[in-house]
């Protein structure tokens, strides 16, 4: 289990470059805190300083709940059963002042902009996220996936058009633009012969093109969803930058495939189409050094979010059950030492030219926040001007969110919005697909103790005065 792991596993100080894979697994703690530097220690319970009594009375039931493995491995379920029971109307009541408050930003736009101005004073920037996510066999017709890119237009508008909008994030799911089906398809196909990123853009740009392989209703579904992708970017460039996120193995090439094409037509002059590497795969080095070669032949921008990965109990599963080996990592440790690896080969063509690429730091684990920072500065990389900027979820450790504002580093909350009906199922699998993080965030709620424990005292002070 994470939370019992000794997580210590890189001397701060020394570069990286030194470092190469090998981690020390033990016996580090108390040096680490020596050698780091003191304003990304994240001990500082003053981080919650800025939310009300009732916020950190609200994180701190919430945490304590997500505490609980049984709790959180069964939370679709019993989430279902208090729908059944207290109603659409009582189900919505229960949620919205707790875990819904704690995770999303609101419903409509009057909500969300409340949400995002009081980030916004805060000094975090807004990824906003539309919760649409589809896995195979819940593909419902064309219809609906140009449903979801009015959504995604929507997005656009709102993450660009309002005074919280400092360098605007959005996240994008393919898969809520083409079917996963296709993209599995696809996948399959690519292993069989190269697609050629000219004949997609050109797909792209209207034409009708015949791709090999597919069938006539594949073809045109594909077309379309080039097109509806076509149509987001466009709105995007120049305005927000589009996150694509990264989903399961068996369909991810193709998503890098499409996510390549609109890098091609529209990081031209900047990075407005990033792509997201799952540094839990054994591939994720190979695949980021193919994608940095691939952006200098082709000539365009790569902006890449760099993540652990989500789906990692599903992977594994899937690979044992078809007999094949597993596309994770073995251990924490390995697919560590690939997220660290991966960050210091970004960082370094960063360094070089900041202009063409570009990073989001996309994790909670504070080891790999400090990792960033202290390289960032050998190499001379700039904070501010956002060729590196770190991303955290939205409710979770906002003692590392907070501090990194407060030391002028660029950084992001992925913000979903929505019904409470509407974000549920991405709540849930959030929780799920996070519950190392979340089930590891004692620290977190030992800040939010302190600082209660403190304004309490700072209280009976006041009035004992
Ligand atoms: C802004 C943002 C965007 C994101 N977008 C995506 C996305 O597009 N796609 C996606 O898949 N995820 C995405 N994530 C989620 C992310 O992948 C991580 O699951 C999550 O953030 C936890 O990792 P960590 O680095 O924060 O925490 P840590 O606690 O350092 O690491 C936990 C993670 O380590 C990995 N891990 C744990 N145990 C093992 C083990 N035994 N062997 C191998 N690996 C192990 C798992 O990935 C686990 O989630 C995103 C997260 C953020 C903050």
Do not use: W
């Given at each position: 289990m994470l939370g019992s792991r000794v997580r210590t596993s890189f001397p701060?100080?020394?570069?990286?470059?030194?470092?190469?894979t090998a981690t020390v697994r033990t016996g580090v703690a108390s040096k680490e805190s020596e050698l780091m530097p003191a304003t990304l220690a994240f001990q500082d319970p003053r981080a919650f300083q800025v939310k009300t009594p009732g916020e950190l009375l609200r994180a701190l039931g919430v945490?304590?709940?997500?505490?609980?493995?049984?709790?959180v491995n069964n939370c679709g379920t019993l989430m279902s059963i208090a729908r059944r029971l207290l109603g659409k109307r009582?189900?919505?009541?229960?949620?919205?002042?707790?875990v819904y408050a704690q995770f999303v930003a609101g419903e409509d736009e009057t909500e969300i902009s409340q949400s995002m101005e009081k980030m916004s004073l805060l000094g975090l920037r807004p990824m906003l996220a539309v919760p649409i996510e589809e896995d195979l066999g819940e593909s419902t017709g064309e219809k609906r996936y140009e449903d979801n890119m009015e959504a995604m237009l929507e997005c656009v508008r709102m993450s660009h058009s309002n005074a919280w909008s400092k360098d605007p994030m959005m996240q994008l799911?393919?898969?809520?633009?083409?079917?996963?089906e296709l993209c599995v398809k696809l996948t399959t196909l690519m292993a069989q012969q190269a697609y050629d990123l000219n004949l997609l853009v050109r797909a792209m740009d209207g034409e009708s093109i015949s791709f090999p392989g597919l069938d006539?209703?594949?073809?045109?579904?594909?077309?379309?969803?080039?097109?509806?992708?076509?149509k987001i970017a466009k709105a995007s460039v120049d305005k927000v930058r589009v996150l694509v996120d990264a989903e399961y193995t068996y369909m991810n090439p193709a998503l890098s495939l499409v996510t390549m094409v609109m890098m091609k037509k529209f990081n031209t002059d900047g990075a407005w189409i990033w792509n997201t590497y799952q540094c839990y795969l054994k591939e994720s080095s190979s695949l980021i050094r193919e994608a940095i070669d691939l952006s200098k032949k082709e000539g365009f921008c790569l902006g890449v979010k760099l993540v652990r990965?989500?789906?990692?109990?599903?992977?594994?599963?899937?690979?044992?059950?078809?007999?094949?080996?597993?596309?994770?990592h073995n251990c924490w440790e390995d697919a560590n030492d690939s997220y660290n690896g991966s960050l210091n080969t970004m960082l370094e063509v960063i360094s070089e030219q900041p202009e063409r690429y570009r990073i989001i730091v996309a994790t909670h684990n504070e080891e790999s926040v400090r990792l960033s920072a202290q390289r960032m500065e050998e190499l001379g990389i700039d904070k501010e001007d956002g060729s590196?900027?770190?991303g955290q979820l939205l409710g979770m450790c906002d003692h590392v969110s907070l501090t990194l504002a407060k030391e002028g580093y660029a950084i992001y909350k992925s913000v979903p919005y929505g019904s409470v009906d509407d974000t549920l199922p991405y709540l849930v699998r959030r929780a799920q697909e996070n519950r190392?993080?979340?089930q590891g965030i004692r620290k977190e709620r030992d800040l939010l103790r302190q600082e209660l424990r403190r304004r309490f005292r700072q209280k009976l002070g006041m009035a004992t005065a």
């Open positions: 701060l100080l020394m570069p990286l470059r030194q470092l190469g945490f304590r709940l997500c505490s609980f493995p049984l709790l009582g189900f919505s009541m229960f949620l919205r002042p707790t799911k393919i898969t809520a633009l083409l079917s996963p006539d209703n594949d073809n045109a579904h594909l077309l379309c969803g080039l097109r509806r992708l076509d990965g989500a789906y990692m109990d599903k992977e594994r599963k899937l690979a044992e059950k078809e007999g094949r080996q597993s596309p994770i590196v900027c770190f190392t993080v979340l």
